[in-house]
């Protein structure tokens, strides 16, 4: 049984910093992509952030390149997203999710087929 646990989130102001978690399970930890995905009350939910064990490696949304950093470590079986200079628009629920084939293709275009329950985020101004 595959199983994702965000947690992390919190309350902050704006400019702060949050390293948010995703813990995996069910699944062996050296093929995958994992991606990080956020969203707010009343809009779409939105790529944030993927890594993947092959092939395409990492990818950034614009609206996050320099201040978010994702990385991995398989021996936890866990990925991290390090969010620095945090803002208002960066306020939503923030979910991991998982594909096992190690291509960022599948995260690119939101077709992962596990997913979190999520963790919050609130940036305040």
């Known amino acids: 049984e595959v199983q994702l646990v965000e947690s992390g989130g919190g309350l902050v102001q704006a400019g702060g910093s949050l390293r948010l978690s995703c813990a995996a399970s069910?699944?062996?930890?050296?093929?995958?992509?994992i991606g990080w995905f956020r969203q707010a009350p009343g809009k779409e939910r939105e790529g944030v952030s993927c890594?993947?064990?092959?092939?395409?490696?990492?990818y950034y949304a614009d609206s996050v390149k320099g201040r978010f950093t994702i990385s991995s470590d398989n021996a936890k079986n866990t990925v991290y997203l390090q969010m620095n200079g945090l803002k208002p628009d960066d306020t939503a629920v923030y979910y991991c999710?998982?594909?096992?084939?190690?291509?960022?293709?599948?995260?690119?275009?939101?077709?992962?087929?596990?997913w979190g329950e999520g963790t919050l985020v609130s940036v305040s101004s």
């Open positions: 890594i993947s064990s092959s092939g395409g490696g990492i």
């Open positions: 999710a998982y594909h096992p084939y190690g291509s960022t293709w599948y995260c690119l275009g939101g077709v992962m087929d596990y």
């Open positions: 069910g699944f062996t930890f050296d093929d995958y992509v």
